[in-house]
């Protein structure tokens, strides 16, 4: 449990300190402000932890968010479990944005994943923000910002999940869940549902396991004045074995997590309902488990999508571009979607260009790709775009059917992303590969810690309030 308010003190707190700044002249020897660098100082039982913020002019919501985590992570070590942030050095260039920093650096920073450690205790927490403008405008940006981290750390819960315990089934009865309590419309198509629509490419990938797959949708339609409607299609391999396409042992670990970009896209529009944002958006998640079974689709088949593209097999562990493929035409011919997001774990190829601090994107539009860029800028995950080129496109040319599902032995994540967007219909669509990011074996960010990030919640919210925001509607 973690309580954040404004008014209140304690015995312990944290003092953000520029690089170089003058405001702590006793400690300057010791501590010059460094970015991360922490200092902790015990007086009279007050402990107070100074933090490094770096050179005023270089800092970011981003890295303030990160400091914040850093100085939570400080007071845990001495046992210290409330404490005050005073923010009145950051106010003047950040004003509100401060305390959304503060917020979701406190809840992510202190986000540890040990579900099934026995004789594990919950911590409870309070913090006081110091140094903010007390106003109705305040109180609502800490709740909102707090239903934002909450909805990360809902994406991360899930991502962290064992397979075991969380196949197709449970994920969607998980989301329900959530989804009834915020007022989100929820709705489970099983197998039968997705046979009776056509969905050949997602029952390819399905059949390779007893565990049966379900489309979730979630709708959250809040804007009745707007005709936009925007798809957030989330990739839902609850377990990615590769199939016949078996992957080695050494990179099976961590093939509980693909299903981040269902978990993205679901927080997401969570935050959006939990907010009160009006915007018009859904989810579509195809969840399904990629294993081998003698019902498996095989390297060579030949499966008839949705769309009636005839797609041919050449790679079983490509499943993720198959059931995305299928949910994109749903979201377009069943959910009337005016453009189509979509967001996976898609390609190792996306690691090795961009490691795991970036995320990449394919887009075939610069007007949307500018939005998603300021919503980026808000959230500070980083995106970067690949190109795609038309002679790209012959990658996943096929000799026997429309289009195959495997490229070259090369640029992998933009021969990935250029298959799903042979479904998009010419509608303004944005790809997001986070392979790299979705999971830290070593975290890159002090808000981070080891297994799932929560990659994507925090733009995708941020694209959509702030397109609500631009065009005058917020409330
Ligand atoms: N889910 C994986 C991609 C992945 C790799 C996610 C590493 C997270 C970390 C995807 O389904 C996959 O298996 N892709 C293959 C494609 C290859 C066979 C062309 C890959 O990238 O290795
Ligand atoms: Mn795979
Ligand atoms: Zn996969």
Redo the contacts with the bound molecule.
């Keep these: 449990m973690i309580n954040i308010e404004f008014e209140g003190t304690c015995k312990s707190q944290i003092a953000f300190v520029y690089e170089d700044s003058d405001a702590f002249p006793d400690i300057k020897e010791v501590f010059t402000g460094e970015f991360l660098a922490g200092f902790p100082q015990l007086c009279q039982n007050r402990l107070t932890v100074y933090i490094g913020l770096g050179k005023k002019e270089e800092l970011t919501g981003r890295k303030l968010m990160d400091a914040v985590s850093k100085g939570v992570r400080e007071l845990k070590k001495y046992n210290r479990y409330e404490a005050e942030a005073d923010l009145s050095p950051v106010w003047e260039s950040f004003g509100l944005q401060s305390a959304r920093s503060a917020v979701l650096g406190i809840k992510l920073g202190l986000y540890e994943y040990d579900a099934y450690h026995s004789g594990r205790k919950e911590e409870s927490y309070r913090f006081f923000l110091k140094g903010v403008e007390k106003s109705a405008e305040a109180e609502q940006c800490l709740k909102k910002a707090s239903n934002l981290a909450d909805s990360v750390l809902y994406a991360r819960e899930l991502v962290n999940t064992p397979g075991n315990l969380l196949t197709p089934e449970l994920m969607a009865e998980n989301m329900e869940r959530r989804a009834k309590k915020l007022g989100v419309q929820a709705e489970i198509l099983d197998a039968a549902q997705a046979q009776e629509l056509g969905m050949g490419a997602f029952l390819a990938v399905a059949s390779s396991s007893g565990n049966p797959p379900k489309l979730i949708v979630l709708r959250y339609l809040a804007d009745p004045d707007s005709k936009e409607r925007t798809a957030l299609v989330g ?1 839902g ?1 609850t377990l ?1 074995t590769g199939g016949y396409c078996l992957k080695s042992p050494g990179t099976m670990f961590g093939i509980k997590g ?1 299903m981040a970009g269902g978990a993205a896209v679901a927080g997401a529009v969570f935050a959006l309902a939990a907010n009160k944002v009006k915007t018009n958006v859904v989810a579509v998640i195809p969840a399904c488990e ?1 294993r081998i079974s003698d019902r498996s689709f095989a390297p060579g088949d030949v499966i008839r999508s949705m769309s009636g593209k005839m797609i041919e097999i050449r790679n079983t ?1 490509c ?2 571009r198959l059931i995305l493929s299928d949910a994109v035409t749903y979201a377009i011919r069943k959910e009337g979607a005016t453009r189509v997001l979509d967001i996976a ?2 390609t190792g190829a996306v690691v090795g260009a961009l490691g795991f601090s970036t995320a990449g994107v394919l887009t075939n539009s610069d007007e949307w790709w500018d939005e998603f860029s300021e919503a980026a800028k808000v959230s500070g995950e980083q995106y970067w775009r690949l190109p795609i080129f038309p002679e790209y496109e012959d990658l996943i040319k096929s000799a026997i059917a429309d289009i195959r599902n495997l490229g070259e032995n090369y640029c992998g994540t933009i021969s990935a992303g250029l298959f799903i967007k042979a479904f998009a219909q010419d509608l303004p669509w944005i790809h997001l590969d986070i392979a790299g990011t979705a999971w830290v074996d070593k975290p890159v960010f002090e808000h981070q810690a080891v297994g799932a990030t929560g990659a994507g919640v925090t733009t995708l919210y941020d694209m959509l309030e702030g397109a609500n925001r631009r065009s005058g509607k917020s409330d």
Excluded: H, S
Aim: charged share 50%; hydrophobic share 20%.
């Design positions: 990739k391999v990615d693909d990629n562990d499943e993720g774990t898609l």
